[in-house]
């Protein structure tokens, strides 16, 4: 299959997936205020990240609650979902994008957080929005070898320091269209926090087990979208445009080999209402069977596509098929299979 990684996965199951809201609701009513001078001088229609992006709401931590404590929490919740003991664990993978200092790891504070046994390896995988599913697909490739037994994948997201920041640059009297256009996309990010434990499939008859995917890199693609932590640049429709490319061309390679023109769900990365659309129209997928839950969170960054299964996983029954579907900036796109 050109341009892609192909795996299949032998042995792993995905034991419990778990969420965790941040419980400050900031509504999009709220920017559009704090930045009406900007918009009215630029011309610029009332709610736009509405109508654009369409997004209502996202969500922000409680003051003294950190990224990494949610990450903890989530992760605690999950383990205490799979019936898996602390002891038990091998691996930790933290995906965060979101960090407060270049080393050590995020990932120490978590496993040491969350009591994890020394024998239990951990640290940090970054690859933007599509970190978390990268962290399960290494994971089952290490369950599947016998390396490990199980896993656990966490991630932690706060975009609030990056917003604010953002919104006061934007309030600046000095403000183009352009300065504006290229961080609107900031503006669309959310705060949450989610963790999945992985193991063996044959010990848990009736987990869900991962069947394996595809992998494709557009790494033509890697200025489009730069981030930090006072802001983001992104060229929105370079982005819209290279990442339908991306997914189109793996979808289409992918299907005489995977068959997923009939899945039951696609639970995509939750980006906006205009790339959820063009995903649907350009993959022609059932939009009934696409959950949606960017206009709530927002596009919480690795967090999304988990928090989304973690949502949906109650109206899900055995036998089920699942598509996940994550992008991620550089361009990087990831599907992965998993029945229920």
């Not at 509504?27 to 610029?44: G, P, Q, V, Y």
């Not at 995988?125 to 962290?135: D, K």
């Not at 429709?237 to 899945?263: I, R, Y």
Request: aromatic share 6%; glycine share 10%; with cysteine.
């Amino acid at each position: 299959m050109v341009g892609n990684a192909t795996f299949r996965h032998r042995n792993t199951a995905l034991l419990s997936v778990s969420s965790v809201e941040a419980p400050n609701s900031v509504s999009s009513a709220e920017f559009d205020r704090r930045l009406a001078s900007t918009l009215r001088r630029l011309k610029f229609p009332p709610k736009l990240l509405e109508r654009v992006a369409g997004i209502t709401h996202r969500r922000w931590w409680a003051a003294g609650t950190s990224f990494d404590d949610a990450a903890i929490e989530a992760g605690a919740k999950a383990l205490a979902e799979s019936g898996v003991e602390t002891s038990e664990v091998g691996l930790l993978i933290n995906t965060s994008v979101t960090r407060r200092n270049l080393e050590p790891s995020v990932a120490v504070k978590i496993h040491h957080g969350l009591g994890l046994p020394s024998s239990a390896m951990n640290f940090d995988l970054a690859n933007a929005c599509l970190g978390f599913v990268n962290g399960m697909t290494l994971a089952a490739n290490m369950i599947d070898s016998g390396q490990i037994k199980y896993a656990l994948i966490v991630n932690g997201e706060d975009a609030q320091a990056t917003q604010e920041a953002t919104l006061a640059r934007l309030q600046r009297p000095e403000t183009t269209r352009e300065d504006f256009n290229r961080e609107f996309a900031t503006l669309t990010l959310g705060s949450g926090a989610a963790a999945a434990v992985l193991g063996p499939a044959d010990q848990h008859p009736g987990a869900h087990r991962l069947v394996g995917g595809v992998m494709r890199a557009g790494t033509e693609h890697h200025d489009l979208c730069v981030g930090g932590i006072d802001g983001m640049a992104t060229d929105t429709k370079g982005l819209l445009d290279g990442g339908l490319q991306l997914v189109s061309d793996a979808w289409h390679e992918a299907q005489p080999e995977w068959n997923w023109a009939a899945m039951d769900r696609y639970v995509t990365h939750q980006v906006s209402n205009a790339y959820t659309q063009a995903v649907i129209e350009a993959l022609d997928l059932d939009p009934d069977k696409v959950p949606i839950t960017f206009p709530r969170w927002g596009n919480v960054g690795p967090a999304s596509l988990p928090m989304t299964l973690a949502a949906e996983a109650q109206t899900l029954g055995p036998g089920d098929r699942v598509l996940c579907m994550g992008v991620g900036s550089g361009l990087n796109t990831a599907m992965v299979e998993i029945e229920w």
